[in-house]
């Protein structure tokens, strides 16, 4: 999907008119926002995703992006490197992930045994399911590729 037409969908229950009261802007811009680009020759008509992505793009850092997730109460997961993923068999990929859930529950389990979870144990916790959402998003991703089944 373009960004047009994400900004499009998100927009189209609000309505154009309220959501560019909200924001301070003019309803043409919103109008825009929500139209193929026109390339870069429309100087600030590049809608908000596009100059998002272009930063990232041209910084190598996904942190612009990191923060909107927080500020609207989500998590960033970036899309692993599966080249290597192939040259681990099947089987031994999805014991991978049971262990690292595994670490999950041992990591819970071991902060409420006095019924409160303080901030080093919800940091250990935090951690632990960073690393279950890498290696299950890894997982998926090399299956979605078909990384799997050649030659196994």
Known sequence: MDSYEVLRDAIKDTGVKTVASEMGLSTSLIYKWCEPSEGH??????NPLDRVARLCSVTGSNEPVAWLCERIDCFLVANPDVDKQGQIPVLNAT???LREFSEVLEAVTDSVTDSHVDAKEAKRIRSEWEELKREGE???VACERGVYGKGE
């Open 41 to 46: 020759t429309a100087a600030g008509a590049d």
């Open 95 to 97: 014991k991978t992930i």
């Open 138 to 140: 890894q997982f998926v």
